[in-house]
């Protein structure tokens, strides 16, 4: 599937629409997801523009999951959280709604997950969040 210029987190990472980012490096950000299913979900994306897990070049996916690895410490550190849900979808059949590849960082049990992408959070609560994972790194 070819790549949507336009999709939401292509313009996050032109900086034509704002995110809460928690880190960022020259291959990957991470950044609090805006309709959260549970407090302190986070997203981490390579900039490397795919649709799709399956159009990850692998040694993107590798810098990637390092990338994965050092949030969840920091948002289990941060937020004294006791263990991660780590998502992906890939693919619209899968529910997929936003096409640039992620990586969803949901600190709570699968049993215990919110809706998918369906509430907005307040911002000024993502915010401290945000400054409570930034601080654990
Ligand atoms: P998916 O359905 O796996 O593609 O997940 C997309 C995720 O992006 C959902 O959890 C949405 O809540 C989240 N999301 C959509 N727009 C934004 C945005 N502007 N900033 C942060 N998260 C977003």
């Known amino acids: 599937m070819a790549y949507d210029q336009n999709n939401i987190f292509a313009k996050i990472l032109r900086q034509e629409i704002p995110c809460i980012t928690v880190y960022e490096d020259e291959y990957t950000l991470a950044f609090m997801d805006i ?3 549970a407090t302190g979900h986070t997203l981490v994306i390579p900039k490397y523009q795919a649709v799709t897990l399956l159009d990850l070049p692998a040694s993107e996916l ?3 999951m390092h990338t994965v690895q050092k949030v969840v410490h920091a948002i289990e550190k941060g937020l004294n959280a006791k263990g991660i ?14 096409p640039h590849v992620h990586f969803h960082l949901i600190p709570s049990s699968v049993h215990d997950l919110k809706e998918h992408a369906s509430n907005m959070a307040d911002q000024t609560e993502l915010k401290l969040l ?8």
């Open 35 to 37: 309709m959260p299913q």
């Open 62 to 64: 590798t810098y990637t």
């Open 85 to 98: 849900v780590l998502m992906q979808l890939s693919g619209e059949s899968a529910g997929q709604t936003v």
């Open 130 to 137: 945000a400054e409570k994972i930034k601080a654990a790194f």
